[in-house]
T-cell receptor, first 113, second 112 residues
Framework: DAGVIQSPRHEVTEMGQEVTLRCKPI?????LFWYRQTMMRGLELLIY????????DSGMPEDRFSAKMPNASFSTLKIQPSEPRDSAVYFC???????????FGQGTRLTVV | GNSVTQMEGPVTLSEEAFLTINCTYT??????LFWYVQYPGEGLQLLLK?????DKGSNKGFEATYRKETTSFHLEKGSVQVSDSAVYFC???????????FGSGTRLQVQP
């Protein structure tokens, strides 16, 4: 298996623009997580899906952030409008029904200027 | 709620030195415990795990024992190498198998 695949790996955008991050989980996994990593706040859970349904979105910073999982093999995290304080590395992770651990993608480094 | 506390870094060691990175946790029920490692520019990789009290997880010379009485899961390695330089994260999931809760990470620097 190719693992969790995220795209793009790097994104530089101007403040106010819309940004869409993409994730393909490991085939057969039924849980998907979006995390954000910054020096100041470490790893923060943004949202968690189980069987394509959002279970916990309490970590989504504000209404500018939205996440979808239209099917078991694809998820998006959208920021609209983006702000410089959104600059971070965003990780997607997935977990199978029989696993306790989650498997992480390589991350998307977002820079908002 | 759940929380994980790790020792502050960076930890700087010479090659072949003994490593301990402390991790304690707060959780309801019987969580599963993990150590993840992050190399520069990469995602997090599972290093080892333990799913019940007194279990010992081990991988690549690293070990950690699930101590319920002290709510701890300290990471140890007998002889570190330069290639072990990375950031190490302690994490847990609770009995509801929700999302992972991470500690703040500990940067390890191993000098030749």
């Amino acid at each position: 298996d190719a693992g969790v695949i995220q795209s793009p790996r790097h994104e530089v955008t101007e403040m106010g623009q819309e940004v869409t991050l993409r994730c393909k989980p490991i085939s057969g996994h039924n849980s998907l997580f979006w995390y954000r990593q910054t020096m100041m706040r470490g790893l923060e859970l943004l949202i968690y899906f189980n069987n394509n349904v959002p279970i916990d979105d309490s970590g989504m910073p504000e209404d500018r952030f939205s996440a979808k999982m239209p099917n078991a093999s694809f998820s998006t995290l959208k920021i609209q409008p983006s702000e410089p304080r959104d600059s971070a590395v965003y990780f997607c992770a997935s977990r199978g029904q029989m696993n306790t651990e989650a498997f992480f993608g390589q991350g998307t480094r977002l820079t908002v200027v | 709620g759940n929380s994980v506390t790790q020792m502050e870094g960076p930890v700087t060691l010479s090659e072949e030195a003994f490593l301990t990175i402390n991790c304690t946790y707060t959780a309801t029920g019987y969580p599963s415990l993990f150590w993840y490692v992050q190399y520069p520019g990469e995602g997090l990789q599972l290093l080892l795990k333990a799913t019940k009290a007194d279990d010992k997880g081990s991988n690549k010379g690293f070990e950690a024992t699930y101590r319920k009485e002290t709510t701890s899961f300290h990471l140890e390695k007998g002889s570190v190498q330069v290639s072990d330089s990375a950031v190490y994260f302690c994490a847990l999931t609770d009995t509801g198998r929700r999302a992972l809760t991470f500690g703040s990470g500990t940067r390890l620097q191993v000098q030749p």
